[in-house]
Protein backbone atom coordinates (compact mmCIF):
# COMPACT_ATOMS: atom_id res chain seq x y z
CA UNK A 1 0.00 0.00 0.00
CA UNK A 2 1.89 2.64 -0.97
CA UNK A 3 -0.19 5.55 -1.09
CA UNK A 4 -0.85 4.52 2.88
CA UNK A 5 2.47 5.07 3.22
CA UNK A 6 3.06 8.53 1.59
CA UNK A 7 0.16 9.73 3.54
CA UNK A 8 1.60 8.92 6.98
CA UNK A 9 5.14 9.88 6.31
CA UNK A 10 6.64 6.17 5.06
CA UNK A 11 9.41 6.62 2.79
CA UNK A 12 9.98 4.78 -0.26
CA UNK A 13 12.20 4.33 -3.23
CA UNK A 14 9.79 6.84 -4.84
CA UNK A 15 8.81 9.29 -1.71
CA UNK A 16 12.70 10.24 -1.58
CA UNK A 17 13.06 11.80 -4.86
CA UNK A 18 11.34 15.44 -4.43
CA UNK A 19 10.59 15.35 -8.08
CA UNK A 20 7.44 16.18 -8.88
CA UNK A 21 7.31 15.06 -12.41
CA UNK A 22 8.77 11.53 -11.37
CA UNK A 23 6.23 9.45 -11.80
CA UNK A 24 5.10 11.02 -15.15
CA UNK A 25 4.78 9.19 -18.10
CA UNK A 26 8.19 9.42 -20.15
CA UNK A 27 6.20 10.29 -23.83
CA UNK A 28 3.85 12.89 -21.35
CA UNK A 29 7.49 14.03 -19.84
CA UNK A 30 8.86 14.39 -23.54
CA UNK A 31 5.82 16.21 -24.79
CA UNK A 32 5.96 18.63 -21.84
CA UNK A 33 9.98 19.48 -22.36
CA UNK A 34 9.37 20.39 -25.87
CA UNK A 35 6.16 22.39 -25.63
CA UNK A 36 6.96 24.17 -22.37
CA UNK A 37 8.91 27.58 -22.66
CA UNK A 38 10.61 27.11 -19.35
CA UNK A 39 13.14 24.46 -19.02
CA UNK A 40 12.11 22.42 -15.81
CA UNK A 41 15.56 20.15 -14.53
CA UNK A 42 15.06 17.52 -12.99
CA UNK A 43 16.54 17.00 -9.27
CA UNK A 44 18.03 13.53 -10.26
CA UNK A 45 18.20 12.97 -14.25
CA UNK A 46 17.99 9.34 -15.47
CA UNK A 47 21.17 7.73 -15.64
CA UNK A 48 22.73 7.11 -18.89
CA UNK A 49 23.09 3.63 -20.74
CA UNK A 50 26.29 2.30 -19.82
CA UNK A 51 28.76 2.21 -22.64
CA UNK A 52 29.69 -1.46 -24.16
CA UNK A 53 32.44 -3.69 -24.62
CA UNK A 54 36.06 -2.28 -25.66
CA UNK A 55 35.07 1.70 -25.73
CA UNK A 56 35.89 2.88 -22.20
CA UNK A 57 39.19 2.03 -23.19
CA UNK A 58 39.22 4.31 -26.25
CA UNK A 59 37.41 7.19 -24.55
CA UNK A 60 39.92 7.09 -21.67
CA UNK A 61 42.42 7.75 -23.58
CA UNK A 62 40.60 10.93 -25.51
CA UNK A 63 39.70 11.96 -21.93
CA UNK A 64 43.45 11.67 -21.09
CA UNK A 65 44.60 13.70 -23.97
CA UNK A 66 41.53 16.25 -23.07
CA UNK A 67 42.74 16.58 -19.45
CA UNK A 68 46.48 17.19 -20.82
CA UNK A 69 45.15 20.01 -23.38
CA UNK A 70 42.73 21.87 -20.60
CA UNK A 71 45.77 21.95 -17.99
CA UNK A 72 47.85 24.02 -20.24
CA UNK A 73 44.97 26.18 -21.23
CA UNK A 74 42.70 27.89 -18.73
CA UNK A 75 38.78 27.53 -19.41
CA UNK A 76 36.95 30.62 -20.19
CA UNK A 77 32.84 30.40 -20.63
CA UNK A 78 31.64 31.72 -23.91
CA UNK A 79 30.47 35.34 -21.94
CA UNK A 80 34.07 36.47 -21.41
CA UNK A 81 34.69 39.03 -24.04
CA UNK A 82 38.62 38.13 -23.99
CA UNK A 83 38.90 34.17 -25.09
CA UNK A 84 42.05 34.44 -24.69
CA UNK A 85 42.58 33.40 -21.13
CA UNK A 86 42.66 36.97 -19.63
CA UNK A 87 40.89 37.45 -16.32
CA UNK A 88 40.14 33.36 -15.80
CA UNK A 89 40.45 33.64 -12.53
CA UNK A 90 37.41 35.65 -12.74
CA UNK A 91 35.94 33.50 -14.32
CA UNK A 92 36.65 30.57 -12.39
CA UNK A 93 33.56 30.99 -9.73
CA UNK A 94 31.26 32.59 -12.85
CA UNK A 95 27.76 30.94 -12.89
CA UNK A 96 24.94 32.36 -15.10
CA UNK A 97 22.39 34.08 -13.52
CA UNK A 98 19.52 31.83 -14.72
CA UNK A 99 21.24 29.08 -12.48
CA UNK A 100 21.30 31.03 -9.93
CA UNK A 101 18.16 32.14 -10.38
CA UNK A 102 17.05 28.36 -10.63
CA UNK A 103 19.41 26.75 -8.08
CA UNK A 104 17.38 29.37 -5.14
CA UNK A 105 13.72 28.44 -6.30
CA UNK A 106 11.96 25.62 -5.26
CA UNK A 107 9.91 22.92 -7.08
CA UNK A 108 6.42 25.22 -6.84
CA UNK A 109 8.18 28.13 -7.89
CA UNK A 110 9.50 26.39 -11.36
CA UNK A 111 6.46 25.02 -11.66
CA UNK A 112 4.47 28.26 -11.57
CA UNK A 113 7.55 29.53 -14.26
CA UNK A 114 6.37 26.95 -16.45
CA UNK A 115 2.76 27.67 -15.92
CA UNK A 116 3.04 31.36 -16.83
CA UNK A 117 5.40 31.10 -20.10
CA UNK A 118 2.43 28.51 -21.07
CA UNK A 119 -0.16 31.41 -20.02
CA UNK A 120 1.91 34.05 -21.73
CA UNK A 121 2.51 32.00 -25.30
CA UNK A 122 -1.02 31.36 -24.95
CA UNK A 123 -2.08 34.95 -25.11
CA UNK A 124 0.63 35.58 -27.53
CA UNK A 125 -1.51 33.15 -30.19
CA UNK A 126 -4.66 34.71 -29.12
CA UNK A 127 -3.55 38.18 -29.93
CA UNK A 128 -1.99 37.30 -33.20
CA UNK A 129 -5.29 35.28 -33.95
CA UNK A 130 -7.02 38.26 -33.42
CA UNK A 131 -5.12 40.24 -35.60
CA UNK A 132 -5.11 37.73 -38.47
CA UNK A 133 -9.50 37.99 -37.75
CA UNK A 134 -9.38 41.64 -38.16
CA UNK A 135 -11.46 41.37 -41.57
CA UNK A 136 -14.57 39.37 -40.01
CA UNK A 137 -14.27 41.72 -36.59
CA UNK A 138 -15.16 44.69 -38.56
CA UNK A 139 -17.67 43.15 -40.52
CA UNK A 140 -19.16 42.14 -36.61
CA UNK A 141 -18.63 46.03 -35.81
CA UNK A 142 -20.08 47.31 -39.09
CA UNK A 143 -23.04 45.02 -38.65
CA UNK A 144 -23.75 46.45 -34.98
CA UNK A 145 -23.60 50.21 -36.40
CA UNK A 146 -24.90 50.16 -40.00
CA UNK A 147 -26.86 46.96 -39.96
CA UNK A 148 -30.40 45.99 -40.80
CA UNK A 149 -33.13 45.91 -38.36
CA UNK A 150 -32.97 42.22 -38.50
CA UNK A 151 -29.30 41.84 -38.41
CA UNK A 152 -29.60 43.79 -34.91
CA UNK A 153 -32.54 41.59 -33.47
CA UNK A 154 -30.47 38.45 -34.47
CA UNK A 155 -27.33 39.97 -32.70
CA UNK A 156 -25.58 39.67 -35.99
CA UNK A 157 -25.50 36.42 -36.20
CA UNK A 158 -24.05 35.23 -38.91
CA UNK A 159 -20.66 37.80 -38.88
CA UNK A 160 -20.38 36.64 -35.55
CA UNK A 161 -20.24 32.98 -36.05
CA UNK A 162 -17.87 33.53 -38.89
CA UNK A 163 -15.90 35.98 -36.44
CA UNK A 164 -15.82 33.04 -33.37
CA UNK A 165 -15.33 30.47 -36.21
CA UNK A 166 -11.87 32.64 -37.57
CA UNK A 167 -10.80 33.28 -33.84
CA UNK A 168 -11.11 29.53 -32.49
CA UNK A 169 -9.39 28.02 -35.63
CA UNK A 170 -6.11 29.86 -34.52
CA UNK A 171 -6.43 30.31 -30.90
Known sequence: MGWFSGWFGGSSASSSNNDPLRDLDPSLRDFLEKESPVKYQTSAPPPPPPPAGPEPSVASESA???NASN???PAVP???LFQDGRYAHLWATYKPRAELEGAMKSDQEKLM???EGYKARKAMIGKAA?????LEQA???DCYK???WGDTMTMCRTENQS???CYAMQA
Do not use: H, Q, Y
Not at 130 to 134: D, F, H, K, Y
Open 78 to 80: PES
Open 113 to 115: DVL
Open 139 to 141: AVN
Open 130 to 134: LENCT
Open 146 to 148: KGT
Open 71 to 73: TSK
Open 64 to 66: EID
Open 163 to 165: FTR
